[in-house]
C-alpha cells in the first residue's frame, strides 16, 4: 500500500524559516514526480511546488519562488520542502503528493496525497 | 496563468440525487482535468483524472466528462458518504490550478 507521511509542520515567526519533510513508502519512490500541496485554513487547495523523478526539474508557484526549494532524496524515499522568509499568509496545512508521470512531462495529477502537517506563521 | 472556476460553490441535495458540478477553465486545456474529495478533516482523494478516467476503486455513481474550457462531476445517486468538498484541478503546465472548490452537503 502507498503510504505518505509529512512531518515538521510547526509555529514560526515572519520571516522564520523551516523544513518539512515527507517519507514514501509501498512504492518505487524515484519513479515518481512529488508535490507540495497546501491548504490554509478554512480555504481552498493551493498548488505549491512538483520536483520531477530525476530531481532535475522542479516547478515552483509564484507565491513562493525564490522562498522555498523543494528537493528528495531517493535513497531515503524522502521529499523535503525548505521555507524560507516565511509570512503569515504561508500558514497551512501541507500536504505532501505522488504525482503521476506521463510521457508529456510531470506536471499532473495527484494520487495518493499524505495526511498533511500544519505550519503556523505568527508572531 | 488559466483561472479554474468551480460552480456552485456550494449544494444541498437529497439522497439518491443526481448531483452536477461545473468546472470551467479560462483557456482550453484539452481533457487535462482532474477531479478531488475531500471529507472534512481529511486529505483529498483522486476521483477522476483526463477529464473522465474514474480513478481503481471509486464507485461508478462518479463521472465526469467535458473538454477544452468546460467540465462536469456528476454523482448519479447521492450518498451519505458523498458529503464532502470537490475540487477540479487543471494539470499538464505550471501553474497547476484548482477551482475554488463545490461543498456538496445532504
Known amino acids: 500500500e502507498v503510504h505518505l507521511v509529512e512531518s515538521g509542520g510547526d509555529l514560526v515567526q515572519p520571516g522564520g524559516s523551516l523544513g518539512l519533510s515527507c517519507v514514501a513508502s509501498?512504492?518505487?519512490?524515484?519513479?515518481?514526480?512529488m508535490t507540495w500541496v497546501r491548504q490554509a485554513p478554512g480555504k481552498g487547495l493551493e498548488w505549491v511546488s512538483t520536483?520531477?523523478?530525476?530531481?532535475?526539474?522542479?516547478y515552483y508557484a509564484d507565491s513562493v519562488k525564490g522562498r522555498f526549494t523543494i528537493s528528495r532524496d531517493d535513497a531515503k524515499s524522502t521529499l523535503y520542502l525548505q521555507m524560507n522568509s516565511l509570512r503569515v499568509e504561508d500558514t497551512a496545512v501541507y500536504y505532501c503528493a505522488r504525482t503521476a508521470s506521463l510521457w508529456f512531462g510531470e506536471l499532473n495529477w495527484f494520487d495518493p496525497w499524505g495526511q498533511g502537517t500544519l505550519v503556523t506563521v505568527s508572531s | 496563468d488559466i483561472q479554474m472556476t468551480q460552480s456552485p460553490s456550494s449544494l444541498s441535495a437529497s439522497v439518491g440525487d443526481r448531483v452536477t458540478i461545473t468546472c470551467r477553465a479560462s483557456?482550453?486545456?484539452?481533457?487535462?482535468l482532474a477531479w478531488y474529495q475531500q471529507k472534512p478533516g481529511k486529505s483529498p482523494d483522486l476521483l477522476i483524472y483526463?477529464?473522465?478516467t474514474l480513478r481503481s476503486g471509486v464507485p461508478s455513481r462518479f463521472s465526469g466528462s467535458g473538454s477544452g474550457t468546460d467540465f462536469t462531476l456528476t454523482i448519479s445517486g447521492l450518498q451519505p458518504e458523498d458529503v464532502a468538498t470537490y475540487y477540479c484541478q487543471k494539470y499538464y503546465s505550471a501553474p497547476l490550478t484548482f477551482g475554488g472548490g463545490t461543498k456538496v452537503e445532504i
Open positions: 520536483i520531477s523523478g530525476s530531481g532535475v526539474s522542479t
Open positions: 483557456q482550453g486545456i484539452s481533457n487535462y
Open positions: 509501498g512504492f518505487i519512490f524515484s519513479g515518481y514526480p
Open positions: 483526463a477529464a473522465s
